[in-house]
């Protein structure tokens, strides 16, 4: 019995410490907030603009097609929750004439980096050791991360950020 109860709280301190928020390292939250990147219509995003509120970062590119399939649930979610102080950023790990073309033709209401290799890094130092698209971090108020994914979203994943 006492195995049986050790285990089960072992357990359960996994379960609630696997909810914490994860705090970013000291190197990684100035390269963050000091990351500025152009957008596809010529202006610029400081990701230090969107501290202190709820904040999503989907890395992504046009050439992949789950990072494609996932983007009108990303931007849904935006629609629902901006409103709630809920904010959106896409960083394109891509050419900036294709970003341009892409959004053209499927237009989404977040802000869209231009990250190139800079965003590649920028993810690396997030968590994306392997490197693969999509990867989305969700950063809480306090800028610490509440989780992260690699691969594509679904509904289930976005209903759990709010």
């Known amino acids: 019995m006492a195995g049986v109860a050790l285990l089960s709280a072992l357990g359960g301190y996994g379960l609630w410490r696997w909810r914490q928020p994860e705090q970013l390292d000291a190197a990684t939250e100035k390269k963050l907030w000091s990351s500025v990147f152009d957008t596809p219509d010529g202006g610029s995003l400081s990701i230090q603009d969107l501290r202190g509120k709820p904040l999503v970062i989907n890395f992504w590119a046009t050439w992949c097609a789950p990072c494609v399939e996932e983007m009108p649930l990303i931007n849904a979610f935006y629609q629902q929750n901006r409103s709630k102080s809920w904010q959106v950023v896409g960083l394109a790990i891509d ?51 509440l989780t992260k994914k690699l691969g594509k979203l679904n509904e289930n994943d976005i209903k759990n950020w709010v």
């Open 95 to 145: 050419q900036p004439s294709l970003v341009k073309k892409f959004l053209t033709r499927y237009p989404v209401e977040y802000v869209v980096g231009l990250a190139g290799l800079e965003g590649t890094e920028l993810a690396k130092n997030l968590g994306n050791l392997a490197g693969g698209l999509p990867f989305t971090v969700i950063l809480n108020a306090n800028g610490s991360i």
